[in-house]
């Protein structure tokens, strides 16, 4: 084994679920609606965080109760919900990983409820070992909190615990926390982005991962 790895997190959207295209369109469409313009890299920039802050950061205040309610009511259509997928690759890899031995967490700054949903939509309760969410802690990414748990949980050291993830916060929480963290390309950083900021590790997708261990 090149890394002795115990747990190996992963964030979902853009890590195990084809979602940042679907969450990207629902954002834009609303803020169509209420005439706001602004660029896609600005929006995904935003998607480590819970929706209620996604858009206070990017809405003027005034605007920001009425784009909040309509986005909640938006995200719960069910044409809407049905878009989101697991990449196809994910199942396997998640099962090839517990054949090795290694435990599997989800680590998300999803809130409680679009955190449950994917949870029963997908069954990743039946593919890991433990799933935490934003609701989980004190402090969401970048915070160190929901490693901390994780690495309370499965009583390991820093050392035996790599981060999946896809954005600039999932480094940044890495970093804090002082574990390995690994970027993925299926989310919002492209390569040149994700080498900037200096990651241990650029993969592809989550495939890539079963070759550290």
Do not use: H
Not at 68 to 82: G, P, T
Not at 143 to 161: C, T, Y
């Amino acid at each position: 084994m090149v890394n002795e790895f115990k747990v190996i997190g992963f964030d979902l959207d853009g890590t195990l679920i084809d979602s940042v295209e679907v969450w990207l369109s629902l954002v834009k469409k609303v803020l169509k609606k209420f005439k706001i313009e602004l660029s896609e890299k600005d929006i995904k920039n935003q998607f480590y965080k819970e929706t209620d802050e996604v858009i206070k950061a990017l809405v003027p205040k005034d605007k920001t109760g009425e784009v909040i309610k309509d986005i909640k009511k938006e995200r719960k259509d069910k044409l809407f919900l049905d878009r989101f997928k697991l990449f196809p690759f994910t199942k396997k890899v998640l099962q090839d990983i517990r054949e090795k031995g290694i435990k599997r967490a989800t680590i998300t700054g999803n809130d409680s409820e679009i955190n449950n949903f994917f949870m029963e939509k997908f069954k990743l309760d039946k593919l890991t070992d433990y799933n935490i969410c934003t609701g989980d802690v004190k402090n969401g990414k970048p915070g160190p909190d929901m490693i901390l748990s994780i690495l309370g949980i499965f009583a390991i050291s820093k050392k035996e615990l790599l981060y999946i993830g896809d954005t600039v916060k999932d480094i940044e929480m890495g970093k804090n926390a002082g574990i390995k963290i690994g970027v993925v390309l299926t989310g919002v950083l492209d390569r040149k982005s994700a080498e900037k900021l200096k990651p241990d590790f650029i993969f592809e997708d989550v495939r890539d991962v079963l070759e550290l261990i």
